[in-house]
């Protein structure tokens, strides 16, 4: 069956750049969720989307933005990176506004090592 | 608002049993319960909707105990398979879902 899908795997960047990290959902799946997840931490959530549209916001820097295509996928742009941005970037899948009754499909994350 | 999960970890032999506890201060409409490997992503086990269900998946299961505002994971028999840190997510009338910070499973054999 077809997972998530989030590119690129790993992604090396230095201070002050941007990074750009895209996530293919599930065929469907029209609701996309951005979870960061430090070293021994839990998700933490970022934002989401709703058929292209945000439809929550979490603990998301005002350095960071993303959007969703009308083909779904979702890509998060990050700007002026620090240190404290290395973590594992996870992006997750739902059909339908969550509604409670959804699970989340998760893909296998993206990890951001900023140097 | 981030629902608290007790013990934060928790070892075992083959076996044996554990519970994962999950509460929040806030009216629950659903829990998801999700086990990550080191390294990996979370892998969904079950959701629990607001109506105070109980579900089960093998030797897996859940309750949700709505006017409390909790839920427990219940590991019974536990395998070597089901290492991994547990998390709980919850979700109010807002949807958004929450993570806890994770019950860290160890079973040994």
């Known amino acids: ?115 | 608002q981030q629902p608290v999960q007790s013990p934060q970890a928790v070892i075992l032999r083959e076996g044996e049993d554990a519970v994962i506890n999950c509460s929040s201060s806030k009216a629950l409409y659903s829990v998801h319960w999700y086990r990550q490997k080191h390294g990996e992503a979370p892998v969904f086990l079950m959701i629990l909707l607001k109506g105070g269900e109980q579900k089960g998946h093998e030797k897996i299961s859940a309750s949700f105990n709505e006017k409390k505002q909790q839920s427990s994971l219940y590991l019974t028999a536990s395998q070597l398979s089901y290492s991994g840190t547990y998390f709980c997510g919850t979700q109010g009338d807002d949807y958004k879902l929450s993570f806890g910070a994770g019950t860290t499973v160890t079973v040994r054999a």
């Open chain 1, 1 to 115: 069956a077809a997972g998530v899908i989030q590119s690129p795997r790993h992604l090396i960047k230095e201070k002050r750049e941007t990074a750009t990290l895209k996530c293919y959902p599930i065929p469907r799946h029209d609701t996309v969720y951005w979870y960061q997840q430090g070293p021994g931490q839990d998700p933490q959530f970022l934002i989401s989307f709703y058929e292209k549209m945000q439809s929550d916001k979490g603990s998301i820097p005002d350095r960071f933005s993303a959007q969703q295509f009308s083909d779904y996928h979702s890509e998060l742009n990050m700007s002026s990176l620090e240190l404290g941005d290395s973590a594992l970037y996870f992006c997750a899948s739902s059909p339908g506004v969550s509604g409670g009754n959804s699970p989340l499909h998760f893909g296998n994350g993206t990890r951001l090592t900023v140097t």
